[in-house]
């Protein structure tokens, strides 16, 4: 009987959430509008460390300000990304005009090779690190 519950509960248990998988905590905050991620921050804050009206007022607006700051530097970090992207697009073409189909070939092994490296260095970082 015991064996039986068991493997009732194990079954029960490795299936599938009916809603699916759960976002993310980034992800949620992510789809928030900064106001709304300040006024979150805030409530947690107001609740964990019981602060006063005006306390609450003062934090939220710092909130905010940190959020809007927060922000603007990932716009930022977006727009680099892509004027990056469109840089070494424009590379590579140029460099489609000038090598043979034969060197072309090798150089797109060579760089394939490199972001290889690249990759399993940033897995044995975040191996070092613990995540």
């Not at 029960?12 to 992800?27: D, V």
């Not at 970090?77 to 590579?92: F, N, P, T």
Request: proline residues 5%; aromatic residues 2%; hydrophobic residues 35%.
């Amino acid at each position: 009987m015991f064996l039986s519950v068991l493997l009732a509960s194990g079954l029960t248990l490795a299936q599938p959430s009916p809603r699916g998988p759960k976002p993310s905590k980034k992800a949620k905050m992510e789809n928030l509008t900064p106001e709304q991620r300040a006024d979150k921050m805030t409530a947690k804050m107001k609740k964990e460390l019981d602060l006063t009206a005006d306390q609450e007022k003062q934090v939220k607006a710092a909130n905010l300000e940190f959020v809007q700051q927060q922000e603007a530097i990932r716009m930022k970090s977006e727009a680099l990304k892509a004027e990056r992207k469109a840089l070494v697009d424009a590379q590579r073409a140029k460099m489609k005009g000038i090598l043979t189909p034969e060197q072309q070939a090798k150089a797109d092994q060579m760089m394939q090779e490199r972001q290889e490296k690249r990759s399993e260095k940033r897995r044995e970082r975040r191996q070092s690190m613990g995540r």
